[in-house]
Nanobody
Framework: QVQLVESGGGSVQAGGSLRLSCAASEYTYSSYCMGWFRQAPGKEREGVAAFDRDDSTRYADSVKGRFTISKDNAKNTLYLEMYSLKPEDTAMYYC?????????????????WGQGTQVTVSS
């Protein structure tokens, strides 16, 4: 059974930091590759960070150097550490799972999604 549950969102001021977590079922974690996406009101969902099939990481240009994706295999948990947050990072953040042979930052390649966690950055 595929399960993805995000947590860790909240409201911060610009320049602050947050860490998002995504707890996955053991089946999900071991069977799929995972990534983080976000969607702001009125905008399309965009890929933020993801693991490729070889466990290398990929980031959107807008977050490179500020966000870090990581995972804890013992806890079946995916993380997104966000630093130097900007108002334009405000969005609903989702973790998602895909078959690993698909490219990692395209939302259409992901079949399974969490419910999302809201991140709001004020100026």
């Amino acid at each position: 059974q595929v399960q993805l549950v995000e947590s860790g969102g909240g409201s911060v001021q610009a320049g602050g930091s947050l860490r998002l977590s995504c707890a996955a079922s053991e089946y999900t974690y071991s069977s799929y590759c995972m990534g983080w996406f976000r969607q702001a009101p009125g905008k399309e969902r965009e890929g933020v960070a993801a693991f490729d099939r070889d466990d290398s990481t990929r980031y959107a240009d807008s977050v490179k150097g500020r966000f870090t994706i990581s995972k804890d295999n013992a806890k079946n948990t995916l993380y997104l550490e966000m630093y130097s947050l900007k108002p334009e990072d405000t969005a609903m953040y989702y973790c998602a799972a895909r078959a690993c042979w698909y490219p990692s930052l395209y939302s259409t390649n992901y079949n399974y999604w969490g419910q999302g966690t809201q991140v709001t950055v004020s100026s």
